[in-house]
């Protein structure tokens, strides 16, 4: 028995948790895997009139898709996940879907009823195919 181990062949070390290889096969470190809805270039689109599905119906509502998520002021237990995935701003929350936010880790359906509320009770804005009648 070598001076680094305990009588139980442990050596009485942590278990290092660095990536893992589910994670290198998805090609993200660190994290559960791409989303499939972002784009490869990083680049998000305009914001979209869940309706029309036109970025022209969005703009007159008059609400600037750059605007950060922490002006939803969302409890710490939205706001995690949603940084944690690289979700920044409204432009980029909107252009997901329900069962997008669903599948990230630590988003469930409480997660989501908040974030669709502020959504909608602070800036009149839905889930990408969550507009105002299928609410």
Same mark, same amino acid.
């Given at each position: ?10 050596? =009485?070390? %942590? ?9 290198? &096969? ?11 809805? %972002?784009?490869?270039? =990083? ?7 869940? @309706?029309?599905?036109?970025?022209? #119906?969005? #703009?007159?509502?008059?609400? *600037? ?8 002021? /969302?409890? @710490?237990? #939205? ?11 409204? =432009? ?8 997008? /936010?669903? *599948? &990230?880790?630590?988003? =469930? ?5 908040? @974030? ?17 009648? #299928?609410?």
């Amino acid at each position: 028995m070598g001076k680094s181990q305990l009588k139980n062949g442990h050596t =009485g070390r %942590k278990p290092s948790h660095g990536t893992r290889r589910h994670d290198m &096969l998805n090609g993200r470190p660190g994290r559960r895997s791409q989303s499939p809805n %972002k784009p490869d270039n =990083g680049t998000w689109p305009l914001v979209m009139d869940p @309706v029309t599905d036109t970025p022209e #119906a969005s #703009a007159a509502s008059g609400v *600037d898709p750059t605007t950060p998520i922490e002006e939803l002021d /969302l409890s @710490v237990g #939205a706001y995690n996940p949603l940084k944690g995935e690289g979700i920044n701003n409204l =432009g980029e929350l909107i252009a997901r879907t329900k069962a997008d /936010l669903l *599948d &990230l880790r630590n988003f =469930g359906q409480k997660r989501l009823d908040e @974030v669709k509320d502020k959504l909608r009770d602070k800036f009149s804005l839905y889930l990408k195919g969550d507009g105002p009648a #299928a609410g």
